[in-house]
């Protein structure tokens, strides 16, 4: 069985793609989304860079989105890109993660003189705007929204892990891998026991927490949702 912990209203995909192989998989949110109502302002020469699907669900709630529909979007992976043109906005680069990000824009002589804004949650990149401004590239962070972690596991996912029937954990950000081993250890859950799962991320970088930890991680070798899912699949079956 695999444990998905990403909000129920965005694992449609992943569900549907177990189902079809004849996977059980357990659902279990470890975070909240709070969309605050701050303003995004168009400006000439910024360039708005977007990372998560997350901050395109807050800019679509705006009513002021429309006023942001000439400016420029960078955006880091595919589905960041799909989201930004279904709203119809102006996808000049894509990127697979913000490290191909960094050289593209340090690359690109069309937007040398452009600022930047990162439109993000409270839980960012902060090497990567460090590294933007190792570049000398002006660039600003708008919080638009909030992740809130969940206080607790609900007695069912308990109940599987102790009794070693769930096979793989997908987690999909350093931040969630984090919340998931802090819950545990609240709940008790012993370190042996987490030891038997496997672990499927989207990057080293999201397992940071995990390989801490000194459990079993695997993640793709480029940041695609699809691959993931494809490697946990594998996983649970040798398991």
């Not at 660039?139 to 007695?155: A, F, R, T």
């Amino acid at each position: 069985m695999i444990l998905i912990t990403r909000l129920k209203k965005d694992n449609k995909t992943i569900k549907e793609i177990l189902e079809s192989k004849n996977i059980q998989s357990l659902e279990q949110p470890l975070y909240k989304v709070k969309h605050f109502s701050k303003t995004i302002s168009a400006k000439e020469k910024k360039i708005f860079i977007v990372a998560s699907c997350q901050s395109i669900k807050t800019i679509a709630l705006k009513k002021n989105y429309q006023n942001i529909k000439s400016s420029i979007f960078f955006a880091v992976g595919s589905r960041t890109y799909l989201a930004l043109k279904e709203l119809k906005l102006k996808v000049k680069l894509v990127a697979n993660d913000s490290n191909e990000l960094l050289k593209k824009i340090k690359s690109n002589r069309k937007f040398q003189d452009y600022s930047y804004e990162y439109l993000s949650g409270n839980v960012y990149n902060k090497k990567f705007l460090a590294s933007m401004k190792k570049l000398k590239k002006k660039i600003n962070v708008n919080i638009i929204y909030e992740l809130l972690p969940s206080v607790q596991l609900n007695n069912k996912t308990i109940k599987f892990i102790n009794e070693d029937r769930i096979r793989v954990v997908l987690i999909l950000s350093n931040f969630v891998g984090y919340i998931f081993l802090m819950l545990c250890k609240k709940h008790k859950i012993k370190k042996s026991t987490l030891r038997k799962i496997k672990f499927v991320t989207m990057s080293k970088n999201s397992a940071s927490h995990l390989l801490a930890y000194g459990l079993k991680v695997s993640w793709p070798k480029s940041t695609k949702l699809n691959r993931a899912i494809l490697i946990a699949q594998g996983l649970n079956k040798k398991v």
